[in-house]
Nanobody, 124 residues
Framework: QVHLVETGGGLVQAGGSLRLSCAASGRRTFSTNAMGWFRQAPGKEREFVAGISWSGGSTYYKDSVKGRFTISRDNAKNTVYLQMNSLKPEDTAVYYC????????????????WGQGTQVTVSS
């Protein structure tokens, strides 16, 4: 399995921005994996936030983050990013990146490798 490590979380005021990074390492070739970002807020179920195909040609977003979040990847650096702008308190959650060896990066993908998560806290 690929090993994933998220960084970039922190405390930010409403309206601010954060850029999350997910660095991959291990035996699996990163560039062949679709990648996704998920989040889980206290007392809520984990939810899909954004996904991207292996080539970067297809992206998917949760409706509530469209226009504010952008997922991208740099296969040469084995890294996927989530640029988060216009952050809202409702975005507060632990954010996880995940890898799908066979899918397109949609919410229904078969994600089989997960990072440890990074905390994003948006204050009002």
């Amino acid at each position: 399995q690929v090993h994933l490590v998220e960084t970039g979380g922190g405390l930010v005021q409403a309206g601010g921005s954060l850029r999350l990074s997910c660095a991959a390492s291990g035996r699996r070739t990163f560039s062949t994996n679709a990648m996704g970002w998920f989040r889980q807020a206290p007392g809520k179920e984990r939810e899909f936030v954004a996904g991207i195909s292996w080539s970067g040609g297809s992206t998917y977003y949760k409706d509530s983050v469209k226009g504010r979040f952008t997922i991208s990847r740099d296969n040469a650096k084995n890294t996927v990013y989530l640029q988060m702008n216009s952050l809202k308190p409702e975005d507060t959650a632990v954010y996880y990146c995940a890898a799908d060896p066979t899918g397109w990066g949609s919410r229904s993908g078969s994600y089989d490798a997960w990072g440890q998560g990074t905390q994003v806290t948006v204050s009002s």
